[in-house]
């Protein structure tokens, strides 16, 4: 993920893009990479991202 890129910022600092998570690394509380992002889901109804 590129933090630094200025045209994904926002005010707050604390959103991202689906194209900043997309591809990005998985990884368990030991660090290890399970797998990367392939898609989102958001659940309508409360606006939070779907597990």
Do not use: F, H
Request: glycine fraction near 12%; include cysteine.
């Amino acid at each position: 993920m590129d933090n630094t890129n200025p045209e994904m910022a926002t005010p707050g600092g604390r959103n991202l893009t689906a194209k900043t998570i997309i591809g990005d690394d998985v990884r368990n509380s030991q660090g290890e990479i399970l797998g990367t992002v392939q898609d989102l889901m958001l659940d309508l109804e409360s606006g939070s991202v779907a597990c």
